[in-house]
């Protein structure tokens, strides 16, 4: 399960930045994750509360925005959405595919205390 992983990242990445910006409690977590990311939202929210115990983000809500999977389709030369890796291209059906963007995870922002 990578989303643990995950998770501590996003943990270790809160801790900095308490530590740089003086903040002692987190009350938000607002993250962004690509429809193409491979990322399971329940299992890293499950893995969230678990990392954060004892930090500054104990107890903080983790809201989690998905963000547009895009790829571009060398069957019909045009970029076209995609909900998950092994769609075929909604306009042609072909399944020649590069990602545009929808892969990333980030932390778009903290609501701190």
């Keep these: ?15 900095e930045q308490a530590t740089t910006h003086g903040f002692s409690k987190v009350l938000t977590v607002r993250l962004e994750i ?5 990322v399971d939202a329940d299992a890293l929210s499950f ?7 004892n930090t500054v983000a104990e ?14 389709c060398f069957g019909c030369a045009t970029q076209v959405a995609i909900k998950a890796w092994g769609d075929a291209c909604p306009s042609c059906g072909s399944f020649d595919l590069k990602a545009a963007s929808g892969q990333d995870m980030r932390i778009l922002d903290l609501e701190v205390a």
Excluded: T
């Design 34 to 38: 690509g429809q193409l990311a491979h």
């Design 47 to 53: 893995c969230f509360s678990a990392v954060v115990k």
């Design 1 to 15: 399960m990578h989303e643990m992983s995950l998770a501590g990242g996003v943990a270790r990445i809160i801790e």
């Design 59 to 72: 107890g903080a809500k983790l809201v989690i925005e998905r963000a547009q999977g895009l790829v571009w």
